[in-house]
């Protein structure tokens, strides 16, 4: 066996026999050297320090200076958006407000007041006549139920009867009061409920393409306010498309297609007892496809107490949805006015299954239950778009409260 034992110490010992040996003594030059390199080598990590603080120091303003450019930059493009927000607004603000005017010159021409109050001469004939009778009595309180009874016999409805005459009243109670004083002050009390409702509404604001569904029972006149006001819209520049979404009905499908001959608008039908629905569906598909600015749908006409029809209805809203979520844009019922307090009873079930947004009441050139509308518009917060006097297209005008209201109890126009 070899022992390592003896080496490892003679190792040892001359290790510890090195570390005796004292260090040699330097000469002054030496030291002066070695004294030079220390300062030299210090005076380079100096620099060296002093150089990196500078590039990190210019890293940072560089880095600020980009940022606060970033900043700059990100202030004046939201300023200049809000700026041509303000821009945006106020050329729409400019736009409604020339269409309001318009809507309502021509609501108010003498033309429209007088054929408004030809239409409704056969209701306003029993109240014109209960209001002369009224006149030159006290205001007391059996003439105010006597003129209550005759706002009800009017089709205005109990609820509105009793707060036309309470403001009647105010200021005027047991005075003595002509009849011309009593039309005036109902106008003013009636004119007071219709114009909260009374809204022009803009077909050219909003989503493109924009969805409206017509809705009501049959008979109300709907496909002939569609075309109507598709023929206005194509005088405007619109470019629409008509959807004959009756689908039940042969006679509605036909009627619409003359009013799109007539204004030059496209109409898409189908067969007989096609799906609704799925048609809607096709022409909101077409119309992106060929970027047009509307989608005006005649849905079949539907009794507000057939759960069935109402149904369908609610299907096609639906289908409507699944294109675009906050479509119809405009749900728009078609009122008929010769069916009076009816109508009331329609506004309820069609708000509730199609979303109603605005109604349309037609044929207030001959009847004798127009006053219904102001009890709508008591009842329901929903504008009124239009009032239908006749069959041409220019009968269908932007509803007024002002004339509607005159013209209701009987003032003649100016």
Known sequence: MIL?????KKLEEAKAAGEAMKAPELTAEEIAAQEAAAREKEEIERKVAEANRAWEERQRREAQEAEDEAVRAKAAAELKLLEERREHERL?????????????AEANDPGLFGRLGEG???????????????GRRKLDEDTLEELQDLLITSDMGTRVAARVTKGLAKGRFDKEISGDEIRLALA??????????????????????RIVLFVGVNGSGKTTTIGKIASKLKDQGAKALLVAGDTFRAAAV?????????????VLAKDTGADAAGLVYEAVERAKAQDLDLVL???AGRLQNKAELMSE??????????IDPDAPHDVILVLDATVGQNALSQVEAFRHTAGVTGLVMTKLDGTAKGGVLVAIAEAYDLPIHFIGIGEKAEDLRPFSAEAFAKALVGIKAP
């Open 4 to 8: 390592w034992f003896g080496k490892k």
């Open 92 to 104: 729409r603000a400019e736009a409604a407000e020339a269409a309001r005017l318009a809507a309502e």
């Open 120 to 134: 409704l001469a056969r209701s306003t004939a029993k109240l014109s006549e209960g209001i002369a009778a009224l």
């Open 188 to 209: 003013e009390e009636i004119e007071e409920i219709l114009k909260p409702r009374e809204k022009v509404v803009d077909f050219s604001d909003g989503p493109r393409p």
């Open 254 to 266: 036909e009627q619409l297609k003359v009013w799109g001959a007539r204004a030059d608008i496209p």
């Open 297 to 299: 749908v005649d849905t």
């Open 313 to 322: 209805l609610a299907k096609v809203v639906r289908v409507v949805r699944k």
